[in-house]
């Protein structure tokens, strides 16, 4: 387990210096394919959506089993193929570059760079948003995104390597691409979302922990973050994202929630979380760093206890 340990943390370094690319991410091409097998399999029922996350999620279990089984014997190949997996799924440092554009846009007052820019964080329609609406949208896609690309990855890389690295990053992006409340979505998409709900239930909770506990580190007070992560976590329609929300809310001494129209039409109205007030540009940059230390201190923690599960033998 110590060369899961070691890939692990080589390959949230290589996260942080190597930039996802441009074109040809992995993330990306399993994206591609698994639209192209959606366009052979769709139908309007949950049966069928089961079977389209079965036919998109099985090859990757099984080419992860496959890596991790070649690294038997092979010190080198477990540190490199962890480290390579790692660097593939872990999207920390692109979520707080996206931030940080976003608090640029924000700081000079241009809407329309920081409408656009929206649409690489969420779904939500930018178009009438004004300056705090838009931070707040950043934010709370910066705090369940901190859970599901970054804390989650890193928990089930350490709980099962390869296969539990891929195979979550793959249920991640199904439920990015047809877990919606829509109506070509709503049955066929159910597998998808309540399967990425349950991989992400622990990491979550543990983000929300993270952000509570780190709060001082981006300027904020930890027992107000618990404080607002105790009460308001059940607000949050998600069985998950309250919880990173909440706490990301208490760090920075903003207040989240409210009303979200997403592109097609739909409304949905969300409980408000923390007390202070609706967020700016500075906030958006403080929550860039609390992503990165989060994913940092997730990091650590993952590999000090493998570490410490599995001691050198003498």
Known sequence: MKWRALGLALGLILDRLVPDPQHGHP?????????????????????????????TLAPLALAGAVVEGFGRGRAWWRVVSTAAAT?????????AREGRLMADALEVDDLARARERLGHLC?????????????RATIESMAENTADAAVASIFWGALLGVPGLVVHRGANTLDAMIGHHNARYERF???????????????????????????????GEP??????????????????GGWCESAMAGAL??????????YGGRVEERGLLGDGPRPDARAVRRSTR?????????????????????????
Do not use: C, M
């Open 87 to 95: 660097w593939a799924v872990v999207g920390a440092t692109s979520l």
């Open 27 to 55: 993330v990306a091409g399993f994206g591609q394919a698994a639209a192209a097998v959606e366009e052979h399999i769709y139908d309007d029922t949950v049966a069928a959506g089961a079977v389209h996350v079965a036919a």
């Open 189 to 219: 998409g159910t597998v998808a979302a309540r399967l990425d709900d349950a991989l992400d239930l622990i990491p979550a909770r543990l983000t929300g922990a993270l952000f509570a506990t780190l709060a001082g580190l981006a300027g």
């Open 123 to 135: 779904g939500r329609d930018a178009d009438a948003l004004d300056a705090p609406e838009l931070a």
């Open 253 to 262: 001494g903003v207040q989240l929630g409210g009303r979200n129209i997403y």
């Open 290 to 314: 609390l992503v990165g230390i989060a994913t940092a201190a997730a990091g650590a923690l993952a590999t000090a206890a493998l570490l410490v599960a599995h001691p050198r033998r003498r």
């Open 223 to 240: 027992r107000a973050a618990w404080r607002v992560l105790a009460r308001d976590h059940a607000k949050h329609p998600s069985p998950n």
